[in-house]
């Protein structure tokens, strides 16, 4: 098969991809790879790491993708990416699709075969290729925030640990999935004053259990959100629907009730947001203050570690990679119901009902496309 691994050109992106272990991986079983020049050269791997592994160099975006019959990429197609797709291609990567109607539109109107990393499900009913960034976002979603809360940053001026005589802050994690536990974790490691709310009994028991008490939980509720928004120095929103748009769970009115100075982190933003004042940033400029409170809201924050996050990607991606090249998409998806949830768009329809419903949509069903 074809594959096409073009340089990502999201608002400081540095990840790409697949790496040249990956790509050796992909040649070794007798498939064609062309990565974009300069590719991952943001992650840390050179062009000539890629043509020692097999595959080849094309400086020509245009002919890359043109040439392509599998596309990888790292983040959502960009409106110029949009336009060279095409029906008989298919893409591999994060889409976040209910948070954006006009995505959504484009790919529809590309035909093309579009799978999203982040509805993958597994046999244990996790989000595999949402894992290793979703902890590589909820560890950075800390010291985002701790630098946030410096006075410079336009905080409060608030160090997260404290020191002798002055209390630590207080840190609340919104979300005890894989990004609230990583984010609850850092802050407890930084020696911060740690609560974690979720709506899962069962999962705060587990919590509980793993950290031997030494962060607070608490059964998410309107009542525990209203403390946290008067009591917390930082705010971490991980809330996740998979698939569909975040929850808002905190209000602009409720703003007013935060200390001046005090830090949102919306790691669900590539959602929508879970926070309603919550609107996407960028590494260019990753906050702004609405009442007082500053918000951090970059929509691809693991790209400004790049190398970890690339490395990470592909450890969790490789598999299902080699399962499209190796039998196309049709078969790789009707062999693995694992795989399935991931179609999102094909031929001009939405297969992935949250994101149906999300703009008012009609769903196709996978399975009968599969047939």
């Keep these: 098969m074809k594959i096409a691994v073009p340089k990502e050109i999201k608002n400081h992106e540095y990840r790409v991809a697949l790496t040249p272990t990956g790509a050796r991986e992909l040649f070794d079983r007798g498939h064609q790879v062309k990565l974009q020049t300069g590719a991952g050269e943001g992650a840390g791997f050179p062009d000539a790491d890629y043509e020692a592994a097999g595959a080849r160099m094309e400086a020509d975006v245009d002919a890359l993708w043109s040439w392509s019959e599998l596309i990888l990429k790292v983040k959502e197609p960009q409106p110029d990416e949009l336009a060279r797709l095409d029906e008989g291609k298919t893409l591999f990567t994060y889409l976040h699709l209910a948070a954006d109607e006009n995505l959504t539109r484009g790919l529809m109107e590309s035909k093309a075969t579009c799978i999203a990393y982040e509805t993958i499900t597994s046999p244990h009913g996790g989000l595999p290729l949402l894992a290793p960034m979703s902890a590589v976002a909820g560890r950075m979603s800390v010291q985002a925030g701790a630098h946030s809360l410096e006075k410079a940053q336009g905080g409060a001026g608030v160090l997260l640990p404290g020191v002798p005589g002055v209390p630590p802050a207080r840190v609340t994690v919104i979300g005890g999935g894989v990004v609230g536990e990583n984010a609850a974790r850092m802050a407890l490691g930084l020696g911060a004053d740690v609560t974690i709310l979720d709506t899962s009994i069962p999962r705060l028991e587990t919590l509980d259990h793993r950290y031997q008490g030494r962060m607070k939980t608490a059964f998410s509720s309107a009542d525990t959100l ?146």
């Design 226 to 371: 209203d403390e946290a928004v008067r009591e917390s120095d930082l705010i971490i929103g991980a809330v996740l629907v998979p698939g569909a748009a975040a929850p808002k769970l905190i209000t602009r009115q409720q703003l007013g009730d935060m200390k001046p100075g005090s830090v949102l982190v919306d790691v669900a933003i590539d959602q929508g947001g879970c926070f309603e004042t919550s609107r996407a940033t960028t590494h260019a400029e990753p906050t702004y203050v609405v009442d007082g409170v500053v918000h951090y809201c970059v929509a691809n924050m693991p790209g400004a570690v790049a190398r970890t996050s690339t490395q990470a990607l592909t450890n969790a991606t490789l598999p299902f990679v080699m399962a499209l090249a190796d039998k196309g998409w049709k078969q790789a998806l009707s062999d693995d119901p694992h795989f399935r949830p991931g179609l999102n768009v094909h031929q001009g329809q939405v297969t992935y009902p949250a994101v149906a419903e999300a703009f008012g949509l009609d769903s196709a069903d996978p399975a009968t496309l599969l047939k």
